[in-house]
């Protein structure tokens, strides 16, 4: 059975492609670690689409993960036929300060996730000569990016990364793009653990997102920046000198990493005055 396999397709923009695409009677394969959302929408989509949908619930960090989704699909007679890697996380903040392990992680799921899944299913499509592969990429890959600097380089791995196998692939009848959103209105801001992210006029749903996606294929593009607004802030970056690019971002982004340094440095001392207290030791 042919299926498109949708990373974090819980909520977000992989919920979207994934509600998009079965209105067009895809079958699908929703992957994701909330096993209660990815149920639900399994069964809406069936009935509503009357398509299957199947879920696994994995958490694509965990090691060998894309190895046990892959074995999945394989074991269930599914080809894979459309590859969206959606999934990924952020972060915010002065590097120095951030979470040793959360950026690693990061660039485990951004990058090692992603390249691991595309090779994966890229040998069967290549035996086909067939399949289509979208790596959910950022504008914050044309740049790099004070206080989001682990983030912005990994979509700058995922955009150049896309691009190069789009190439390697053309003549052999499998579409690879280069998918760039930039403000998108999802749980991502929340999820990086950033508050107050900067808006910028022109921030698109999801689904904007997902049509700008089929949009570009449809056109034959091995890239495509979502949102006219986007695009024109992307490119100018890229005529820009870092250094100019660098010190404007740092200038928006330094007063909300400051203040969530001093809001985290104001939950350890709460934490370590209430250890105090609970001890007993006090003198």
Known sequence: MKVTLITGASSGIGEAFARRLAS????????????????????????EHEIMAHYV?????DYQADLRLF?????????????????GIGSMGDFADLDLEGELEMIGLNV???????????????????GTI??????????????????AATKAFVSSFSEAIAEE?????IRVLNLCPGSTETNFHAAAGIKEPVRIKGSQTSEQVVTAALDGLAAGRTAKISGISNWVIAKAATFAPNWM????????????????????????????TMSKGAGGSGS
């Open 112 to 130: 090692m996730s992603l390249v691991a899944l595309t090779h994966r299913y890229i040998q069967r499509m290549r035996a086909n000569k067939s």
């Open 245 to 272: 690019v660098t010190r404007a971002v740092a200038s928006q982004l330094r007063p909300a990493a400051m203040k969530k340094a001093l809001e985290n440095s104001g939950t350890e001392k709460e934490k370590k």
């Open 169 to 173: 692939n053309r003549e052999l009848g």
């Open 71 to 87: 074995k999945e699909t394989e074991n269930h007679g599914m080809e894979v036929e459309w590859l969206i890697n959606n999934a």
């Open 134 to 151: 979208i790596n959910v990429s950022s504008t914050a890959s044309f740049q790099p990016l004070p206080y989001m600097s682990t983030y």
């Open 57 to 61: 619930a994995i958490d694509l960090i």
């Open 24 to 47: 067009k009677k895809h079958n699908l394969v929703l992957v994701a670690r909330n096993e209660k959302k990815l149920a639900a929408l399994c069964d809406e989509l069936m009935l």
